[in-house]
């Protein structure tokens, strides 16, 4: 009986989250800093989105304009992920730090080699959160594309009790979104270097991710309970 009813959840689930998130997020106003960095990126041959988790909801509906491919978790709940990104027009590769990590990371080389952009989310499925993980690293040393750092905050949100946060818009919030600076990874990098450059992205998308949310009067969002 449970798997029957897990099966059916996901026959419906997804379609109306889609159908109900767009319905939403059309009613919030958006601002994007450093738009162009993002069209550059795209018209060099593509590259690798790289958000944090907690963002993941307005991340996939942004970004459905350019296509391309997303790791999803392995996991039950990261099926239903997987669906929203299918039907969202994303092609999906199933893995994480824990479930099938590798071979979900030499998909994704395979597909961005093939000309597709990326999305990764870089603290994991299961965090800690904001912590960045090597893999869109080890993606980018390995498929020639620069990572893409992206990050947004809203004036009014609800922040579901993960592990990370979960951000939700809400209805007619006001949403700030910011593209970091480009960073491509050399190839045959060291694992020195490699946590170098972890290093660095990862306290570069977390002074991004502070700036934007400090337009909304915080220095983080799992800070406060901002229901609106």
């Given at each position: 009986?449970?798997?029957?009813?897990y099966r059916a959840?996901?026959?419906?689930?997804?379609?109306?989250?889609?159908?109900?998130?767009?319905?939403?997020?059309?009613?919030?106003?958006?601002?994007?800093?450093?738009?162009?960095?993002?069209?550059?990126?795209?018209?060099?041959?593509?590259?690798?989105?790289?958000?944090?988790?907690?963002?993941?909801?307005?991340?996939?509906?942004?970004?459905?304009?350019?296509?391309?491919?997303?790791?999803?978790?392995?996991s039950r709940d990261?099926?239903?992920?997987?669906?929203?990104?299918?039907?969202?027009?994303?092609?999906?590769?199933?893995?994480?730090?824990?479930?099938?990590?590798?071979?979900?990371?030499?998909?994704?080389?395979?597909?961005?080699?093939?000309?597709?952009?990326?999305?990764?989310?870089?603290?994991?499925?299961?965090?800690?959160?904001?912590?960045?993980?090597?893999?869109?690293?080890?993606?980018?040393?390995?498929?020639?594309?620069?990572?893409?750092?992206v990050v947004w905050?809203?004036?009014?949100?609800?922040?579901?009790?993960?592990?990370?946060?979960?951000?939700?818009?809400?209805?007619?919030?006001?949403?700030?979104?910011?593209?970091?600076?480009?960073?491509?990874?050399?190839?045959?990098?060291?694992?020195?270097?490699?946590?170098?450059?972890?290093?660095?992205?990862?306290?570069?998308?977390?002074?991004?991710?502070?700036?934007?949310?400090?337009?909304?009067?915080?220095?983080?969002?799992?800070?406060?309970?901002?229901?609106?």
């Open positions: 009986m449970v798997d029957l009813l959840s996901l026959a419906v689930v997804p379609r109306l989250y889609v159908a109900a998130s767009t319905l939403l997020f059309s009613t919030c106003r958006l601002e994007v800093e450093n738009p162009e960095v993002l069209e550059e990126v795209v018209s060099a041959g593509g590259g690798i989105a790289v958000f944090w988790h907690y963002s993941f909801f307005y991340v996939f509906h942004h970004l459905r304009r350019y296509p391309g491919v997303a790791m999803v978790s392995a990261g099926e239903y992920i997987a669906r929203v990104a299918r039907i969202l027009g994303y092609e999906t590769v199933r893995g994480s730090s824990h479930r099938r990590g590798v071979r979900g990371l030499k998909e994704l080389v395979r597909h961005v080699r093939q000309g597709r952009n990326a999305g990764v989310v870089g603290d994991g499925s299961q965090g800690p959160a904001r912590r960045l993980q090597p893999g869109c690293l080890l993606l980018s040393a390995k498929s020639g594309r620069p990572v893409l750092p905050a809203a004036s009014r949100y609800k922040a579901f009790a993960s592990w990370d946060r979960t951000v939700l818009p809400l209805p007619f919030a006001r949403i700030r979104l910011a593209y970091g600076r480009p960073l491509q990874v050399p190839a045959g990098i060291s694992s020195r270097e490699l946590e170098e450059y972890r290093s660095r992205l990862e306290r570069e998308m977390n002074e991004l991710y502070r700036k934007v949310w400090r337009r909304f009067g915080v220095d983080a969002h799992d800070r406060v309970d901002n229901g609106g």
